[in-house]
């Protein structure tokens, strides 16, 4: 029944999207998408100039290693939420160091003895 009552309301749901569009909007969309394609070409094009940033994102990390209770997780995780140098990590307030995924109160007591 439930099954029913979804197909149903896919059915409308898709109708309606449908209809509602007019030849102008199907115009409109194509060329955004056309543009989009674009950029997507010349974004692809500059990644690969730029190689060097993921080995200073390495060593980034690894430096966050040497911080005492700090592993490979808890480095890559205190380095994608923007902390990037062990500076960064040891001025941070406890709230924020505590919103990283991966470090519990136990590092941020070993961290904040390091100040």
Known sequence: MISKFLSKLKSILFKSAVTSETPLKKEKKAAKSAKTKTKTKTKTKTK???????VN???????LTTLPGVGA??????????????KAVIAADEKELLAVSGVGINLVKKLKKLK
């Open 48 to 54: 690969t100039k730029t190689k060097t940033k993921p």
């Open 57 to 63: 994102s390495k060593k980034n990390i690894e430096t």
């Open 73 to 86: 997780k808890s480095a890559k995780a205190l380095y994608e939420a923007g902390f990037k140098t062990t």
